[in-house]
Nanobody
Framework: QVQLVESGGGLVQPGGSLRLSCAPSGSFIRINAMGWYRQAPGEERELVALITSGNYTRYADSLKGRFTISRDNSWNTVSLQMDSLKPEDTAVYYC???????????????WGQGTQVTVSS
């Protein structure tokens, strides 16, 4: 069973920065795209950014220029650098990955448990 382990959330003041990281644990064949989503209270989960194994990236339009997604293909880890944080960035941030678990199986989406990011003075 593959799990995604997130780290790096916490409390930060407006204008500050945080870096989230996500790493898989368990056995798998290959990971294709990895991404970050977020969900604020009372809101639907939304895409923050994603990155493919070929390092193609996609961002939510409202976050371009403040957030940067990166990936280490050697370790299959994904990070999200968040700068110039605003109170409206407060949410639970979830990592996900498109994972091939076995040679005979199709890719499946795996989600992490989420990490809280709170931007407040």
């Amino acid at each position: 069973q593959v799990q995604l382990v997130e780290s790096g959330g916490g409390l930060v003041q407006p204008g500050g920065s945080l870096r989230l990281s996500c790493a898989p644990s368990g056995s798998f064949i290959r990971i294709n795209a990895m991404g970050w989503y977020r969900q604020a209270p009372g809101e639907e989960r939304e895409l923050v950014a994603l990155i493919t194994s070929g390092n193609y990236t996609r961002y939510a339009d409202s976050l371009k220029g403040r957030f940067t997604i990166s990936r280490d293909n050697s370790w299959n880890t994904v990070s999200l650098q968040m700068d110039s944080l605003k109170p409206e960035d407060t949410a639970v941030y979830y990592c996900n990955a498109d994972v091939k678990l076995a040679p005979s199986t199709a890719y499946t989406i795996i989600w992490g448990q989420g990490t809280q990011v709170t931007v407040s003075s």
